[in-house]
């Protein structure tokens, strides 16, 4: 394997207060050294030390003046030896540090996932914490942020393992029984096992149901919001917008179709989707629209269905309505409560898009609908990885299969086959068996030094 | 200066495997044994398979092996254990005439073409150039050869204890062999120590069996060869075993003894197998268990004595007959001769190969206990696939390794290798991940095709196999398209005390269900006049493969799809001299153990302990690039 150095952006590209700037490979030190003026050279600095300097360019000229944190291998997160240069954050800066680094040493620009690859290589994060890795990365707000966190700390690993080794204890059980007939020893009792598999099974459901709540702080809500003209989707939209002081993002270009909109709040990433319509309509012009509203409602994990509380209901839309999304998907929301509150409508939440009325109120049915009342704290495992979710359905699968072995009371061998099965789909959660191919599939989604 | 292709060191089980089957591919064999009226000697029990081992009895068989032969025509009692459980899990054992068994495999050995018996003893192996040579034996001849095959069970260094008395020697009244572990230790192997037992045995009689529970053999018995004749079979009359139980006043006793105990003052240094434990051992580590199983086995139809099974000990003689005189039914026992413990060198099992040849010595092969193992059936496994390799080898073919899907010899030899081993191993069914596949009664159609190949099985035999096999997939197919219709079939069902069918339903369907089984099924309403089903009905043995893999299917079906899951690894070979020491990546104890294992795929490398998920991972990044 190459033993080169690289170097790379580790904090998001733009303006800020500081950036870091992080090098590693076995030249990280001299690299640096043939920029930074400071005390001393970072060649003869000790680990885990921060010193100030200056980095200068050829012709002597101050680039910035920074703070370079030393790290010795093993002790740094790839395991090689580096150095992190904090940097004003400024892009400019930091683009003139990195070309520096490149021009002046052996360095050369990590690719996406270098330094977690390395990390992995250098058996320094096992492949859950690998993951993990990609999650913190990839997580766009705080609750994301502290589900992946959590998994760093090895919850999910330390989960996992506490189900294998249950599991390993009720094969030993059935071997023991293959294996030993001619032995005067008690055997295990056959409610005792479904009583200890059932136990795993729920274990595993947890594990599970926490996924829909795991994959929520990760990727976020899908709101699309649906009503007739005139409701107040835009108001409603605007006001979210206008309040929230958390805005992600704008997406621009797409106001003929759908508009979206990324807002956070208390810790979940909702993405709201204003459509057009979804009747289809014989403008050719409008159907491209239409289409794609209709896809908008099909992809949500929640439909705002908006109505005015001085309009009739739209018996159609809502028939409409329920060909692309399913009714518990639906939440039927009336607007401009301001103009009038004595309605009989029937309505999930009450709001006005002018006064902000009932707002918070939606924001909470949005977030019950879509990760319910479960309150998953620090200390809960959570799985937020489609890998990892996967496995622990074929281990559920598997496990329901020993279930059923027992009760048409097959000999153990065969329930034995299962369990091992099962097993071992825990056993590839923390990487015990793995392919390449998961590997490349990890590595692809890191977004280090982009 | 005598020469042979292959030499093999002792004529136990493994010696006399390699042997036999070295002689039959056609290599001169010089099989040097102290004692030529000692081969196939049982040390310890006078029974050969049980649980796991009566499948490696089979797969020997059908590989071409002795094993099976000796055992069917030396049995005194064949039973069938496991017959309540699955297929997969039923293992043959049978006790032996221990002095039969022993003539047997002389009548066999000694006539064999190639082969001749020396009777020596090896002091020193001979090496030039990092390839063996030759042995030098006792009495200062040196005999030389392309391959040497060492089997040489507990003589190595062998030191047997009972209380404190300590006699060197690798079996009761055998001289143990001095210099072959100096001899290795000096080209560079490494060495350990371990500990087996045997316990006491009884003067017949002297046991009160009037009122001893009584243990008889099957009365169908079934034999292990798949070449025995069985209008023959049993050769010999069949006798029971009897059971006894320790109790309270018998443990304290045996406590007296104690502090006199070899194990338990550190005299002995060796480790001892956890599953077979001394009766002091059992004592000390279950000390809330208030009895313990005892088998009285007969030696042999004109012994005198009995082996008493459960009782191996190392505690004094004096100790031993007192505790006995305290235990139902032996209440008068005389002992012919004390319960004791030996002590023997073995060469860590991660030094060989997949094919048992040394990773130090070229052409030096290791089989039995020098590997680690403890059985006379792992020990004639071993001794099997060193002799076929060793043939192999010298003719210039290719090397034979049996996968861990293939067979339970597949699963010892690369548990040995790459896990190695600090107790005696043992073979057990949960060693088998692919356990439903690896059945006793299919040893054949897994396995004959390859004694076939080499020669040590008959044509006429391997044909009744091959076309065997051709039955069960077509009756199979059969079973899998042929339908009853409710009308037909309901009232059959119904009598037979199962659930009538809505308006169709295929055999194999039907066989599912655990009240049926395939003949009936096969036999109802004329059914059996077609070619699918007659094929079926005129060869039992094809029956009960078709069977099995129909009720079984399911889960079946799983293991299949569990060994096609991890064969991507297991094809991912790692070249020979690959070198692991270079990969900085790898963890440090991952990479030690890499390079003292030396695997050969990466799905041997997954099941080294201390190699990581990582450091596969790492292994895959470079054998890619």
Known sequence: ?450 | MKKFDIIVVGGGHAGIEAASAGARMGCSVGLVTMDRFALGRMSCNPAIGGTAKGHLVREIDALGGIMGLISDRTGIQFRMLNKSKGPAVWSPRCQSDRKLYSEEAYRIIFPTQNLEIVEESAIEVLVENGKVVGIKAQSGEELFCEALILSSGTFLNGLMHTGLNKTSGGRFGEQPALGITESLAKLGFEYGRLKTGTPPRLKKDSINWAILEEQPGDENPQPFSHQTDLSQFPFLPQVSCHITYTDPTVHKILEKGFAQSPLFTGLIKGVGPRYCPSIEDKIVRFADKERHQLFLEPEGLDSDQIYLNGFSSSLSAEIQLEALHKIVGLEEVEMVRPAYAVEYDFFPPQQVDLTLETKLIEGLYFAGQINGTSGYEEAAAQGLIAGINAALKIQGKPEFVLKRSEAYIGVLIDDLVTKSTDEPYRMFTSRAEHRLLLRQDNADRRLMKYGYEFGLIPKDLYDEVDNREKTIISGINYCQSKKYYARDVNEFLVNSGSNEIDSTETISKLCKRPEFNLKQLLEFNGASSESGAVALLNDEKALEQAEIEIKYEGYILRQYEAVAKLEKYESTKIPLNFDFTKIKQLSTEGREKLNKVKPRSIGQASRISGVTPSDISILLVYLKN
């Open chain 1, 1 to 450: 394997m190459k033993e080169d150095t690289i170097v790379a952006l580790a904090t998001p590209a733009g303006v800020g207060a500081i950036s870091v700037i992080r090098v590693s490979g076995p030249q990280s030190f001299s690299a640096v050294d043939n920029i930074f003026y400071g005390k001393g050279k970072i060649e003869n600095a000790a680990s885990h030390t921060l010193h100030y300097g200056n980095i200068k360019n050829q012709d002597d000229e101050q680039v910035d003046d920074v703070l370079v944190s030393v790290f010795r291998a093993p002790n740094s997160y790839t395991g090689e030896d580096s150095v992190e240069i904090s940097t004003h954050g400024n892009p400019l800066v930091t683009q003139k540090v990195i070309e520096l680094l490149i021009v002046n040493s052996q360095v050369r620009l990590a690719e996406p996932g270098e330094f977690t690859k390395r990390a992995f290589l250098n058996n320094r994060i096992d492949l859950a914490k690998a993951e993990a890795v990609a999650d913190v990365i990839n997580s766009r707000t705080e609750a994301s942020f502290r589900g992946a966190r959590n998994q760093l700390d090895g919850l999910l690993s330390n989960k996992v393992n506490e189900l294998r080794s249950q599991l390993l204890n009720s094969s030993s059980f059935i071997e023991l029984e293959l294996d030993f007939v001619e032995e005067d020893i008690e055997f295990v009792n056959q409610d005792e096992l479904l009583k200890r598999i059932d136990s795993i099974i729920i274990e595993i459901d947890t594990l599970l149901e926490s996924y829909e709540f795991g994959r929520v702080i990760r990727d976020g809500v899908n709101v699309a919001i649906v009503g007739r003209p005139n409701v107040g989707k835009s108001s409603l939209l605007n006001y979210i917008l206008k309040e929230s002081r958390a805005i992600v993002s704008e997406i621009p270009g797409t106001t003929r179709d759908v508009i979206r909109e990324e807002v956070s709040i208390g810790g979940v990433l909702f993405r709201l989707f204003d459509t057009a319509g979804i009747r289809i309509s014989e403008d050719s012009i409008e159907k491209e629209g239409i289409l794609r509203s209709q896809e908008t409602v099909r992809n949500a994990d929640v439909v705002i269905y908006l109505e005015d509380v001085q309009q009739a209901e739209s018996k159609d839309l809502f028939v409409d309505l329920l060909n692309l999304t399913s009714p518990d998907k639906i939440l039927k929301v009336v607007n401009k409560i301001d103009l009038n509150k004595d309605f009989s409508k029937d309505a999930d939440v009450k709001i006005s898009a002018k006064t902000g009325e009932g707002i918070d109120l939606l924001f909470e049915k949005l977030k019950e609908k879509t990760i319910g009342n479960e309150s998953y704290t620090e200390k809960t495992a959570i799985v937020t990885n489609l890998r990892h979710h996967n496995c622990l359905k074929k281990s559920r699968e598997n496990l329901i299969n020993a279930r059923e072995s027992i009760l048409n009371k097959m000999s153990g061998e065969f329930i034995s086959v299962d369990l091992r099965n099962a097993e071992m789909n825990l056993a590839e959660i923390i990487g015990e068996v793995t392919s390449d191919d998961i590997l490349n599939n990890i590595f692809m989604k890191f977004c280090i030094g982009k």
